[in-house]
């Protein structure tokens, strides 16, 4: 557990997390992390966002590539070149 002050950033309140957890949990800037609050306890939980395959740039860019060429191959049969 560690303690730290919010911040104010515009109209919201930014959280300052240590380094020494900022080591231990491996993030790194602009990452994106998970928060839920219990409204029993009053406990904000953050945890690191699991890594998908989905959010990678090589399957968002698989996907692009293939609705282009799929986009392509229709237009090619509705404009018979294909």
């Known amino acids: 557990m560690f303690e730290t002050k919010l911040r104010k950033i515009g109209n919201s309140l930014g959280l300052i997390i240590p380094s020494s957890i900022v080591k ?13 609050f219990d409204p029993t ?4 939980i953050i945890t690191k966002k699991e890594a998908s395959l989905y959010d990678s740039d090589e399957f968002q860019n698989a996907v ?9 191959d229709r237009d090619n049969k509705i404009n018979g070149k294909g």
Do not use: N
């Open 64 to 72: 692009r590539d293939a609705v282009e060429k799929a986009l392509q």
């Open 41 to 44: 306890s009053k406990q904000l």
């Open 24 to 36: 231990s949990m491996d993030l790194e800037d602009e990452e994106v992390l998970s928060a839920r």
